[in-house]
DNA sequence: CGTTCGATTGAGGAAGATCAATTAATGTGG
DNA sequence: CCACATTAATTGATCTTCCTCAATCGAACG
């Protein structure tokens, strides 16, 4: 095991530019989608599924707007919320492999959805090499985004997972230009506990604990709705919780 | 949420043949690879790494022999063993979309690894389309693996998560043709709990376990070697950490 | 306006973490 | 090859976190 902080790793990113330019390529992404390829649009409605579990693979979707979710059922019953997608992200590559999608993609609100024939994709891919390369980067980042969730799941207590869970999703809201000062959770307490691998009521008690912290608030009607004043609060709140001690007197 | 069971997702995938066609798989990737693409022969040992955070992404890699380990650290210094990588396995995918290498490939064993400059791979694919589809499923199949634990880690409890995560082990040595009758662990019991999202000590227990119910043993020497007389046994395991209660009277 | 579903909050218990001591394996220099 | 040092693994005792069970409250809906 080697120290925490063997390197900076931070330096090696683009920093502070970042979000804005991903706001730029989901936009570009979209545009050279539909220059060059034939795409059918579809529109969904909350619980609508685009796909699901066994059904044979054919198609890749990139979502236009709305919010999916994409949920793992295993052999044994178990259910598990293993990703969320938003305007720009693509759906369906679990199902290249084997030929058969292994998950379901469940849309949590009404929105649009592009169809591409993974075939037809792939034609226009030979055409258009850049389109190539936004499958690929599309694919690389579902996946470091995939191990990014594992992270959170094994190395935060629940409070942090939370808080952490309403980082990420701001961050993603912001990366396409959407309000991040006041978000709507389209998922229950129970789908976020099964997403983060814990309880509905251990949710509802860090999202109590937020609020009392001022990290979060509660907007006008329903819980649903959650208040985002500072995201960097939810950043020390996560620091917070893997702090050993508070430290009190120094 | 649905109900468990809402379709038999088992009946739509190919349930027999599904290790060995699997197995020859990854020898006619090799194959394919080492016909079509230029490839960089690298023998590596334990310890080193072919890639780390933060280095600029350019090649991707496939490994013929050993075993990998992929680490993930963030910027606050949480590390977390993310992925395994075995022979017919590929490296690097995380860095193509930011074009920076997102985590650190460490082999934990000697081993080969063959080298591709992603540019030269792409322009062989160009030629060849079958090595296109390779690529694709790939990275198809990383996707669904990571959610596969995550799913592992966020369902089952601490003693079943370490069955499971034998259990998955030996189906991957045996899509290769390795043992699987008895395997040898290249990890510490720190690592595995690291991946498991648990202490090393709850590791080191949950073995204890499974070899006092007899579904594992341990070796002449050192505890890294493991016999795993029945994979089934392994799988009831698992159930039966699931299973509500005993039940013992009916 | 009652019914239903989701959210909150509390009390108690259980799984797993932490702390600590011991044993086993591995490596090192004499 | 052996004594010693070092690292990994095991096991036990205690404590914390989170889960489970239960009651209550609020919002949405027919």
Redesign the interface.
């Known amino acids: 095991?080697?120290s925490?902080?063997?390197?900076d790793?931070?330096?090696?990113?683009?920093p502070a530019a970042a979000h804005r330019s991903s706001g730029r390529k989901i936009e570009d992404t979209l545009a050279l989608l539909s220059e060059h390829v034939e795409l059918q649009r579809r529109v969904v409605h909350a619980g609508d599924a685009i796909y699901q579990?066994?059904?044979r693979f054919g198609h890749l979707y990139v979502l236009n707007s709305g919010f999916f979710k994409?949920v793992?059922?295993?052999?044994?019953?178990?259910?598990?919320l293993?990703?969320l997608k938003l305007r720009g992200d693509w759906l369906g590559?679990?199902?290249?492999?084997?030929g058969?999608y292994?998950?379901d993609a469940i849309a949590m609100d009404t929105g649009e959805v592009w169809v591409f024939p993974y075939e037809a994709l792939?034609a226009a891919c030979?055409r258009a090499?850049a389109l190539?390369s936004v499958l690929?980067?599309?694919?690389?980042?579902?996946?470091?985004r995939?191990?990014?969730?594992?992270?959170t799941?094994?190395?935060?207590p629940a409070d942090a997972r939370v808080a952490e869970f309403l980082r990420q999703w701001v961050e993603r809201l912001d990366q396409r230009g959407m309000r991040t000062d006041e978000i709507t959770l389209r998922m229950t307490r129970?789908?976020i506990g099964?997403?983060?691998?814990m309880t509905l009521e251990s949710v509802s008690r860090a999202l109590s604990r937020l609020a009392r912290d001022k990290v979060i608030g509660f907007a006008h009607k329903g819980r649903r709705d959650v208040q985002i004043p500072d995201v960097g609060a939810l950043s020390s709140f996560?620091?917070r919780c893997?702090a050993p001690a508070p430290a009190l007197l120094q």
Chains 1, 2 share one sequence.
């Open positions: 095991m080697q925490p902080a063997a390197f790793i931070s330096s090696a990113r683009p579990a066994g059904e994409i793992n059922l295993s052999s044994d019953g178990r259910e598990q293993v990703s590559f679990d199902g290249i492999a084997e058969r292994a998950c792939l030979a090499p190539l690929h980067e599309a694919m690389s980042r579902e996946i470091t995939d191990r990014e969730s594992l992270m799941v094994c190395t935060l129970a789908e099964n997403y983060l691998g996560v620091q893997l």
